[in-house]
Antibody, heavy 116, light 107 residues
Framework: EVQLVESGGGLVQPGRSLKLSCAAS????????MAWVRQAPKKGLEWVAT????????YYPDSVKGRFTISRDNAKSSLYLQMNSLKSEDTATYYC?????????WGQGVMVTVSS | DIQMTQSPSVLSASVGDRVTLNCKAS??????LNWYQQKLGEAPKLLIY???NLQTGIPSRFSGSGSGTDYTLTISSLQPEDVATYFC?????????FGSGTKLEIK
């Protein structure tokens, strides 16, 4: 069974940093692109970042480019999202996701609140 | 960026009804279109991938169709457990984008 478990969320002040982690199990982690998707409270879904199987390629929307960094450790079956220069509009539930055909499996999400 | 427009934003139907949800892309997405169901307080769940492929474990009352810029999700006989918000998602080109969702309610 595919399992994705996020951690590292919480309350952070604007301009500060936070790093999310995702522990994957139930599949061969190194064979899949992985992604982060977020959802602001009572809002829709927004794709945040994708990383290739080896980690050599990363992709971001303009809204987070230059502030967020996705990374992975295949030996640990773990995915990360380093978020810098956080803004209030980054407040959301962040989902770790496996990118099979599009996004096929999702974690339960972790809440990030950016507020002073 | 490819904009994904879903309609209607809210749909109210009766149990047993055939229901159709629409998703329109701002340009051709070559059938790289997925549908997700999100129930209140839960993570999204994949229903349909690449326009018309049913994800493992999803009931056969769900189906998808479309091509080019226009796509549909059909529920052949609406069940009470189908109450949720449904999102479409294009993975044809970067940046990947979601529609704003259709909230499905039971009359």
């Amino acid at each position: 069974e595919v399992q994705l478990v996020e951690s590292g969320g919480g309350l952070v002040q604007p301009g500060r940093s936070l790093k999310l982690s995702c522990a994957a199990s139930g599949f061969t982690f190194s064979n899949y692109y992985m992604a982060w998707v977020r959802q602001a409270p009572k809002k829709g879904l927004e794709w945040v970042a994708t990383i290739s199987t080896s980690g050599s390629r990363t992709y971001y929307p303009d809204s987070v480019k230059g502030r967020f960094t996705i990374s992975r450790d295949n030996a640990k079956s773990s995915l990360y999202l380093q978020m810098n220069s956080l803004k209030s509009e980054d407040t959301a539930t962040y989902y770790c996701a496996r990118q099979g055909a599009g996004v096929d499996y999702w974690g339960q999400g972790v809440m990030v609140t950016v507020s002073s | 960026d490819i904009q994904m427009t879903q309609s209607p934003s809210v749909l109210s139907a009766s149990v047993g009804d055939r229901v159709t949800l629409n998703c329109k892309a701002s340009q051709n997405i070559n059938k790289y279109l997925n549908w997700y169901q999100q129930k209140l307080g839960e993570a999204p769940k994949l229903l349909i991938y690449n326009t018309n492929n049913l994800q493992t474990g999803i009931p056969s009352r769900f189906s998808g169709s479309g091509s080019g810029t226009d796509y549909t999700l059909t529920i052949s006989s609406l069940q009470p457990e189908d109450v949720a918000t449904y999102f479409c998602f294009q993975h044809n080109s970067w940046p990947l984008t979601f529609g704003s969702g259709t909230k499905l309610e039971i009359k």
